[in-house]
């Protein structure tokens, strides 16, 4: 326990019985659907109290996650019902054997349009691996071999030399540029 009660799985829970029990060892018990509350036993398993969620959402904070659920809800179905609408094949009717004839009844515009849609969408599309590279890990850190080679600076580029300058002077000659 802590001075603000018990943290479990992230949350806060607190009750006015662990006043001074700062410290203390203690087991949650808890039931996985009613997260707003927990039982608290000491380490032995004796029961010490019940505790509630520390931190509660408001009931106008919960109706506006609960109306903002709806929305996002509500268009995904629009976005799956026009993505049907897309994906359904329409034909011509016949009344001999032949091939069945597709109709396609959209524009060259609207295809575009849809296409440039559906590039947007896709996030991994969008995304640019290679604009911010990553940085090499500390040199304590023990990596494998592919991370290192993946994230290590490239070497500096190397100068070409001045190939005269590798050559020692013939006896009797002077360097260029003196008179």
Known sequence: MTSHGVSWRGRTYTAAWMTGQAGRQVRVRYMPHHDHGIEVCDARGHHLGPAHLADAA?????QALREA?????????????????????RFAPTTSAEPAQRLGAVTA????????????????????????????????????????????TPPPAAVPADPSADVAPEPGSRPAGDA
Not at 58 to 62: F, G
Not at 121 to 150: E, F, K, Y
């Open 69 to 89: 659920g709806a929305e996002r809800a509500r268009r995904l179905r629009a976005d799956a019902k026009a993505a049907e609408r897309l994906r359904r094949q």
């Open 58 to 62: 408001t009931s106008e904070q919960l």
């Open 109 to 152: 515009a609207q295809a575009e349009r849809e296409l440039a849609a559906a590039d947007y969408t896709d996030v991994a599309r969008l995304a640019l691996p290679d604009l911010i590279p990553p940085a090499p890990p500390p040199a304590h850190w023990r990596t494998s071999p592919t991370l290192a080679a993946s994230t290590a």
